[in-house]
């Protein structure tokens, strides 16, 4: 488009200036009028900047055509040009307030990536891009109310909160990313605005008080179980291996076990102890008992 505009210009130059030329009888008058079109073809030329493109206006209305960045040509007084920035936009969001299905206010701070892929559409947007305070973190604009507006949507769907039987919000992250983006490409004004999401990260989440407090007391409650059902395991490996080379009760050989590992607490085995004892052997009973021998 930007190589046709040119030609264009160069033909009309040209063109001028032949029939300047046939048409005078006075060369000064075709000198004058092959300067005029040389400069009015000179003042047509416009440059595209790197990273833009341009929407041709005719009689200060949009064309409905889209020039690439580079050099082209159009003229003067009946058509120009509106450079639009089409590189990709990095956009970072502070949104907080952002409730969950069990009613729980999260921080979150997201990272869009946007480009324009439809600069016509694209002009009918105002600021489109909003205001960005300290930090680039952008805090109103119509994008930005189309992220607020499909973050809301998807966590509004996820229980936070582990102590009620809900999902760690913070491990959903990926799940609400893809989401957001689904949303936004389906759902939000982005296509009908030209515009198109590249990318979408999800950083920081900050989680209400109570729900860091419920967060923190689940993950101790499950290091506490696992340590507990290693400790049980054990034990009772140590303790069957004891019994088969010793022929003491289970009970028995519970307790010396124990008391060997210099524990205070004592498992008390119902049954057979067989059920406990899935794994390798451990050999370190045998060997404290060995040191003890000597």
């Not at 450079?83 to 990709?88: E, F, I, L, Q, T």
């Not at 892929?117 to 305070?133: E, H, R, S, V």
Request: with cysteine; aromatic share 6%; glycine share 10%.
């Amino acid at each position: 488009m930007n190589g046709l505009s040119i030609l264009t210009g160069i033909g009309f130059a040209f063109l001028a200036s032949a029939v300047a030329f046939v048409t005078s009888e006075s060369v000064s008058f075709a000198t004058l009028v092959l300067l005029a079109t040389g400069a009015y073809a000179y003042f047509g030329f416009k440059k595209i900047e790197i990273g833009h493109k341009g929407v041709l206006t005719v009689l200060g209305a949009r064309a409905g055509i889209v020039f690439g960045e580079g050099l082209l040509w159009l003229p003067k007084g009946l058509a120009g040009v509106i450079g639009v920035d089409v590189r990709k936009r990095g956009i970072t969001l502070d949104m907080p307030n952002i409730q969950s299905a069990d009613d729980l206010d999260i921080e979150f701070l997201l990272t869009a990536v946007v480009s324009i892929k439809d600069p016509i559409k694209f002009l009918d947007l105002q600021n489109p891009w909003g205001t960005a305070k300290e930090g680039a973190i952008v805090v109103d604009g119509p994008v930005v109310g189309e992220l607020d507006e499909a973050l809301r949507e998807v966590v509004s769907r996820i229980s936070a909160n582990p102590a009620t039987g809900g999902n760690r919000i913070t491990a959903a992250r990926r799940s609400i990313e893809k989401g957001v983006g689904v949303a936004l490409q389906n759902e939000s004004q982005l296509p009908t605005w030209g515009l198109l999401l590249e990318s979408l990260q999800i950083g920081d989440i900050n989680l209400p008080i109570e729900l860091q407090s419920a967060v923190t007391k689940k993950r101790v409650e499950e290091q506490q179980r696992e340590s507990e059902k290693t400790e049980i395991e054990t034990v009772a490996i140590l303790a069957n291996t004891l019994q088969k080379q010793t022929r003491l009760p289970i009970e028995e050989c519970m307790r010396i076990v124990q008391s060997e590992r210099g524990k205070l607490t004592r498992v008390r085995v119902e049954g057979d102890a067989g059920d406990f004892t899935k794994g390798a052997v451990i050999r370190g009973f045998a060997n404290n008992r060995g040191d003890q021998d000597e």
